[in-house]
């Protein structure tokens, strides 16, 4: 009889264990699905705003801004079309716990999209080509830190607080450096930049998994977390962009 019971245990522990797998792996399906389909609705939006931004002209300047560009491009309204991403993503954390699924993804879509319109001003800075070639060294960068983050056994959730504080300096120091205009402050900030967000990847990969084991079987909290995840990620990933792009990226 005690066999039996063991047997029949362990089958259960078993089919437990399947479940759970099958379910983790739906969900990091998930989170990167929304991560991937924001970030090419991003290049989408970036690349369509610069084309009816920009025209090409036969002289020597090679490019000139059209009305639409000089509103975005040369205005004020460029500082709130760089912070708008910004309070999208404050309203998103603070709020989507009462939102409804369908509201998370729309605000989570919508974001992904002031982001491109925030970002089309780099095609003004850097060529097509090392853009691309940047993009696709980010992307490799990317998974192979994210799947780090998946399969370690380290707890790296010690790193968190020094990330996040890596982040903060980040940000308070490029503010600084608007008024100081230090190359050599820039310099310093993408490499120290490309290190932290490299981390959190890592680290972030790890807590969304983590998350998953957290929220169990209720639905709509694993779906708002696959948004918030991929949200994370999202972010990570843009800003490692950006700071690869800014340490090797070809001028125009």
Known sequence: MNQIHNASTQGTLVNTRAAVDEGLRAYMVRVYNYMAGGIFLTGLVAYLTFSAAVVERGDPGGQGLTSFGQLLFDSPLKWGVMLAPLGCVFFLSARVNKMNVGAAQIA???FAALMGLSLSSIFLIYTGQSITRVFFVTAAAFAALSVYGYTTKRDLSGWGTFLIMGVIGIVLASLVNLWLRSSAMQFALS???????AGLTAHDTQRIKGIYYEVGDDIVATSKAAIMGALSLYLN???MFIM???LFGRRN
């Open 244 to 246: 690869l792009l800014s």
């Open 108 to 110: 989570f879509w919508l």
């Open 191 to 197: 490499v120290v930049g490309v290190l932290v967000f």
């Open 237 to 239: 990933f843009i800003n």
